[in-house]
């Protein structure tokens, strides 16, 4: 059937061509249980060409050929479980055949899971019959080879492949590795909305490349993106500080103070108003002053400092057992008598002192928080605190105006009650988790290896455990009332936290938890990298010296000019990531978006990955240590010198900058900054390889 499919195909077709196959092909195998294994066949084509699905949609059956992966000489020894998984197709309206085509471009990925039946089975070998097209015209269909190395150490030996050619002239049929559902792809296609006439995916395409050129300069954006990220944060821990027993019960107090004792409503008003303003004025005065005392460089660089990250962790303990009930942390009494007493005076400058003796009286509540974000803050760097305590004084200042313009909202508050200590109960969990976060992060700055991924996760099981027998009622804090009841709203939150501990736990076993990526240790930083129970089976591929295998086995080198010379030797460009241990983002990046296929076959096969660490503690050699001339500090460590190499080039200290490079050390583009998106990321790794 299939040498009578080549000869129909031969005959009508009139764009044959003998040019070189455009599309090359390789197998890889992981090791799932002990039978068990997914067979990953990945397909990387030129720039232009593409290649069909496996399946093909019901207008396409006169014309495009569908891929399908075959297998050989394996009756009776292997049995195929569920569907051959496809990554990267899509639709898309062809010339040539005038209709929409479900089709890959750049890099098609499958995945097949099978089970052996034979455990003497060493290797499979396989095929990839498809048919290659560009926008003119498509070539022959063929069938190229693939192996699959079922034991790590089998060799496949030469003519293994004419095992392919014997099938063919036998009209034997192999195992066809089975197709998606034609039925799913349809779904798809309507779902995607995608047009069948000519000039309205014309008019797509258009707009697509529109806006891939309006993303020349990324760096500004993602700059603002987290900014606004630190506000949303601070607003959101600024309402929770609202709902505390220091600060919540005050709103009908004031509010009633400006609004009875004022000459009239209006003034009552104004007066309010003025106080929230005030009341922004304060903490965001507090955040301009640690971004002046520190600069806004340094803060930056406060995030991968050990000492400082060890420090943090204390604090932030200390600031939880507060609001556990352990005992209350307050500012001196003196500083509120003094603030009272000015702001008896009245007028604009008692209404600024009202507004401090807030600040002041609701310290032992709000402190912890304030501190935290601040601590949150410093390892953004720049304006991140200043634009924190906006977003933080924001929220407590809102409801004091707002009230006192509609005073009969106020009917509508719920009363103090225990609730307002389960609040603060809730907060000093959540700070003590994030105490962990900088524990870890010191860890990993230094590689002690101590608070390893299992370590990080078991202990926040525990916390975030402790919390869910908290809200339902299993446990109790010292400032917790003698009510055995819990409420609705507190049972929801229990059961909340509850689930989120369960979907913690199978992280332990090597999960990748993409819901907290970048909080805890990366995969490759733990006991089991592989999860347990589970190890990586060795292949061909060689680590060049100087390098060696980094997240999701790609490899990278730690050093510029070791990595460059071996991008000289096998002409390929360069992508140098400016990352750090300590860096959230950078985890966040690797493992949401890194992971995804497309840009993962392209870091490994497109690309030499120069990663260089920031916050490497590792000690230059004393010849190679220098003072710096923009900072006139001495560069002593490994982290020092790619610091100095990233400000002096891109004047920046932020991570992570991702910056392409030819194979002379070239910028091919302009860097980018984290980018969580992974169709825009993977758009600029594209440009930056037709460059």
Request: net charge negative; glycine share 6%; with cysteine.
């Amino acid at each position: 059937m299939r040498k009578l499919l080549f000869a129909l195909i031969a005959l009508v077709s009139l764009q044959l061509t003998a040019q070189e196959d455009p599309v090359s092909w390789s197998g890889e195998v992981i090791k799932l249980t002990d039978n068990e294994y997914e067979l990953i066949t990945t397909a990387t084509m030129e720039p232009g060409w593409h290649i069909n699905s496996q399946v093909i949609l019901p207008e396409e059956n006169s014309g495009p050929i569908p891929t399908s992966i075959n297998f050989y000489d394996v009756e009776g020894k292997i049995e195929l479980i569920g569907e051959n998984k496809e990554t990267g197709s899509y639709t898309a309206y062809s010339d040539i055949w005038e209709f929409n085509v479900y089709e890959f471009t750049d890099i098609a990925v499958f995945k097949q899971k099978i089970k052996v039946l034979d455990s003497d089975l060493e290797y499979i070998i396989a095929s990839a019959f498809y048919q290659t097209c560009d926008d003119e015209m498509c070539l022959r269909p063929t069938d190229k080879g693939v192996s699959f190395k079922i034991k790590p150490d089998a060799v496949i030996p030469a003519g293994a492949f004419d095992i392919i050619e014997k099938y063919l002239d036998d009209d034997k049929e192999p195992i066809v590795a089975g197709a998606p559902d034609a039925s799913s792809i349809k779904e798809k296609k309507n779902h995607e909305n995608l047009a069948t006439d000519t000039e309205k995916v014309k008019e797509e395409e258009t707009k697509k490349k529109n806006n891939e050129e309006l993303k020349d300069d990324t760096q500004g954006e993602d700059e603002d993106r987290s900014l606004w990220g630190i506000f949303i944060v601070a607003f959101l821990s600024g309402f929770a500080a609202l709902l505390t027993p220091c600060v919540f019960p005050m709103i009908p107090l004031t509010v009633s103070f400006f609004t009875k004792q004022s000459a009239n409503r209006a003034k009552g008003i104004s007066n309010a108003i003025l106080y929230g303003i005030f009341i922004i004025v304060i903490y965001v005065l507090l955040g301009t002053v640690v971004t002046a005392i520190f600069g806004s460089e340094s803060l930056n660089q406060l995030s991968t400092n050990v000492y400082f990250n060890i420090a943090f962790f204390l604090i932030l303990v200390v600031f939880a057992a507060s609001f556990l009930g352990a005992f209350e942390i307050t500012l001196p009494q003196s500083w509120a008598n003094k603030a009272d007493e000015k702001a008896s005076k009245g007028g604009i400058a008692g209404i600024f002192f009202m507004a401090l003796a807030l600040a002041i009286v609701s310290f032992s509540c709000t402190g912890p928080i304030v501190g935290s974000l601040i601590v949150e803050a410093a390892s953004k760097g720049g304006l991140a605190p200043v634009i924190g305590m906006f977003g933080f004084s924001l929220a407590i200042a809102l409801p004091f105006a707002l009230f006192a313009i509609f005073p009969g909202w106020m009917n509508s508050l719920p009363k103090s009650g225990g609730w307002l200590n389960t609040v603060k109960v809730v907060l000093g969990f959540l700070e003590l988790a994030l105490a962990f976060k900088f524990l870890s992060a010191a860890d990993l700055v230094f590689q002690t290896h101590i608070i390893e991924r299992e370590v990080f996760l078991a202990v926040w099981i525990a916390i975030f455990g402790g919390l869910s027998l908290y809200l339902l009622g299993k446990i109790r804090m010292p400032h917790d009332g003698p009510d055995s009841s819990i409420s609705v709203g507190r049972l929801f939150l229990g059961l909340v936290v509850m689930t989120f501990t369960i979907y913690l736990i199978p992280g332990l076993w090597g999960a990748p938890l993409k819901l907290i990526s970048g909080f805890p240790p990366p995969l490759n930083y733990a006991e089991s990298p592989y999860g347990v129970g589970y190890t990586k089976l060795e292949t061909n591929e060689e680590v060049p010296e100087g390098a060696h295998l980094a997240v999701h086995d790609i490899i990278a080198f730690h050093d510029y000019n070791e990595g460059l010379a071996y991008s000289k030797k096998v002409n390929k460009p360069i992508l140098v990531d400016f990352t750090g241990w300590a860096c959230v983002n950078c985890r966040k990046m690797e493992e949401r978006v890194w992971s995804d296929p497309l840009i993962l076959n392209m870091l490994k096969n497109d690309f030499i990955l120069i990663s260089l660490y920031v916050d490497d503690k590792n000690k230059l050699p004393e010849e190679e240590q220098y003072i710096s001339e923009t900072t006139g500090k001495k560069v002593r460590t490994i982290g020092d010198k790619w610091m100095e190499f990233q400000k002096n080039n891109y004047e920046t200290a932020a991570q992570p900058l991702y910056v392409l490079k030819d194979k002379d050390g070239n910028d091919i583009d302009k860097p980018i900054a984290y980018t969580p998106d992974v169709e825009e990321y993977a758009a600029w790794l594209k440009k930056g390889l037709k460059k």
